[in-house]
C-alpha cells in the first residue's frame, strides 16, 4: 500500500504563486510516473501534469508556461510550483503515483485564486 499526502494548498490572489508537495510512503516512489491532477466543483477531474521517474514533463495546455512539476526521489516528494495564478485554477488539487497495475491517489489540497 502506498500513501499520498499533499500539503500547501491555501488561498491566494490571482497572480499569486504556491508551490504543492505530495510526500509518498513505502520504497517504490523512485521506480514511477507521478502526476498532478485537480478537480474544481461541479467539473471532472482534468490533468494537470506529470513526471517519469527519470524526469520526462508534460503538461496541460491550460497551465503550460506557469506550472512546473518537479520531484526529489530521495525525499518521495512530489512538488507543483505554481505562477501567476488564475481565478480558474481553483480547485482541489491531488497527485497520482501510477504502477503497472494501478494508481494512488493522495487525498487532495484546496487551492482557492480569489480577490
Known amino acids: 500500500q502506498v500513501w499520498l499526502v499533499e500539503s500547501g494548498g491555501g488561498l491566494v490572489q490571482p497572480g499569486g504563486s504556491l508551490t504543492l508537495s505530495c510526500e509518498a510512503s513505502g520504497s517504490i516512489f523512485s521506480a514511477y510516473a507521478t502526476g498532478w491532477y485537480r478537480q474544481a466543483p461541479g467539473k471532472q477531474r482534468e490533468f494537470v501534469a506529470s513526471?517519469?521517474?527519470?524526469?520526462?514533463?508534460k503538461y496541460s495546455d491550460s497551465v503550460k508556461g506557469r506550472f512546473t512539476i518537479s520531484r526529489d526521489n530521495a525525499k518521495n516528494t512530489l512538488y507543483l510550483q505554481m505562477n501567476n495564478l488564475k481565478p480558474e485554477d481553483t480547485a482541489e488539487y491531488l497527485c497520482l503515483l501510477a504502477t503497472a497495475n494501478e494508481g494512488y491517489w493522495g487525498q487532495g489540497t484546496q487551492v482557492t485564486v480569489s480577490s
Open positions: 513526471i517519469t521517474s527519470l524526469g520526462t514533463t
